[in-house]
Structure formats: structure tokens, C-alpha cells
């Protein structure tokens, strides 16, 4: 099983900063990585796909990047709606995997 | 509009048997792979099971192998979990998830219910 590991941990950022988020997968996933969002009491939703896509409605701050073992989540300029939990999901080998989650919070 | 119910959770002691139902609609059931995930509380996502479109293709995650089933009825427009051997870590909520893109195989969980909460305990 592909093991995901997400950093940090915790995020404290202010509105209106740039948020960097990372994921580092255990093996290749290629690009088949995707990133998720879920705030307290929702389900979670779906931002990026295949590493870089943009779901549809995720609003363009939101952008993904990276291949292979190492990719990032970045916020360009945190909205106060963007304090959430946010996980990465890998889904090139079965069983699909999650990371751990980073927790945006205000700083 | 995308609607995803999920109903059947509840407590059930160690051991015991519960079956979790989804009903979706608003849009084409029977061209989408559909998944299982759920969170135990307080904790990060954990994907159960997925299925494509035909039930030809499915898959577990090894926590739960030899004991959930998954299954769908497309004349239904409903996805299943059977739960058999529940145990106290099979505690989450479950949630039913579509797949991102028609007639494949279980790939990205792309729209979620709110889910249905299984406890177990004696």
C-alpha cells in the first residue's frame, strides 16, 4: 500500500497569505494525485485531480503541482473560507490512500 | 442536482452485521463508479471500497477484505456496504462517494454525501 505523508502538520497563516501544502507519496503515483478539502462537519470536497486540474467551481487560487513522489497544494491568497482541513489522495495503485491531512488555521 | 443519502448506520456490538445503503440521484447512476470512505472520528479519510459502473471491477482496502462487501443495484440508482465481523475500529462515518468520470473504474471520489454514522460497541 502507497503510503502518503503530508506536511506540515498544522498551518497558521493570516488572510490574504500564500498557503503551501505538501504531499510526498512513499512510491511514484505518477500523477495520478488528487486534493481535498473538508471543514468542520462537511464532507469532504474535491479541489484537484491528476495532480494539477481544477475541479469544476474551485476557484483559481487553488492550484496543484508536482509528479512522481513530491506535490503541492497552493492557496495563492487565503480566503477566510479556506481555513479547513485539506488531505491529498493517491489513486494509482489500489487500495487507494489518503495523507494525513494539513489543518489551515488563522494565525 | 447531485443528491447522495447514505442510510443504516447505528450501534452494533462487536461482531454483528449492519448493511449501509446510498440513494443517489440527479444524475446517470448507472454511468459512474461509486466509492465507500469513511473517517473515524476526530480522524483523518480512510477509503473502504469502490466499484465501477458494471460491478465489474472492485476493490477494498485491506482493513476491511474478507468482511465488507460492496455491491449496487443500478435499477435502483443504489450502492450497498455489507459490514460483516464489525469491530469497535470499524467506528466512522461512511460516506458515499461518485466517481469524477463515467464508465470506469473507481478513481477519484469526486462528490460526497453527508454520510451515516456506525458505531460499534458493546
Known amino acids: 500500500e502507497i503510503v502518503l505523508t503530508q506536511s506540515p502538520a498544522t498551518l497558521s497563516l493570516s488572510p490574504g497569505e500564500r498557503a503551501t501544502l505538501s504531499c510526498r507519496a512513499s512510491?511514484?503515483?505518477?500523477?495520478?494525485l488528487a486534493w481535498y478539502q473538508q471543514k468542520p462537519g462537511q464532507a469532504p470536497r474535491l479541489l484537484i485531480y491528476d495532480a494539477s486540474n481544477r475541479a469544476t467551481g474551485i476557484p483559481a487560487r487553488f492550484s496543484g503541482s508536482g509528479s512522481g513522489t513530491d506535490f503541492t497544494l497552493t492557496i495563492s491568497s487565503l480566503e477566510p473560507e479556506d481555513f479547513a482541513v485539506y488531505y491529498c489522495?493517491?489513486?494509482?495503485?489500489?487500495?487507494?490512500?489518503f495523507g494525513p491531512g494539513t489543518k489551515v488555521d488563522i494565525k | 442536482e447531485v443528491q447522495l443519502v447514505e442510510s443504516g448506520g447505528g450501534l452494533v456490538q462487536p461482531g454483528r452485521s449492519l448493511r449501509l445503503s446510498c440513494a443517489a440521484s440527479?444524475?446517470?447512476?448507472?454511468?459512474?463508479?461509486m466509492h465507500w470512505v469513511r473517517q473515524a472520528p476526530g480522524k483523518g479519510l480512510e477509503w473502504v471500497s469502490g466499484?465501477?459502473?458494471?460491478?465489474?471491477?472492485?476493490g477494498y482496502a485491506d482493513s476491511v477484505k474478507g468482511r465488507f462487501t460492496i455491491s449496487r443495484d443500478n435499477a435502483k440508482n443504489s450502492l450497498y456496504l455489507q459490514m460483516n465481523s464489525l469491530r469497535a475500529e470499524d467506528t466512522a462515518l461512511y460516506y458515499c462517494?461518485?466517481?469524477?468520470?463515467?464508465?470506469?473504474?473507481?478513481?477519484?471520489?469526486?462528490?460526497w454525501g453527508q454520510g451515516t454514522l456506525v458505531t460499534v460497541s458493546s
Open positions: 462517494a461518485k466517481d469524477l468520470a463515467a464508465a470506469g473504474i473507481p478513481t477519484i471520489p469526486a462528490f
Open positions: 489522495q493517491q489513486r494509482s495503485n489500489w487500495p487507494q490512500t
Open positions: 440527479g444524475f446517470t447512476f448507472d454511468d459512474y463508479a
Open positions: 466499484i465501477s459502473w458494471n460491478s465489474g471491477s472492485i
Open positions: 512510491q511514484s503515483v505518477s500523477s495520478y
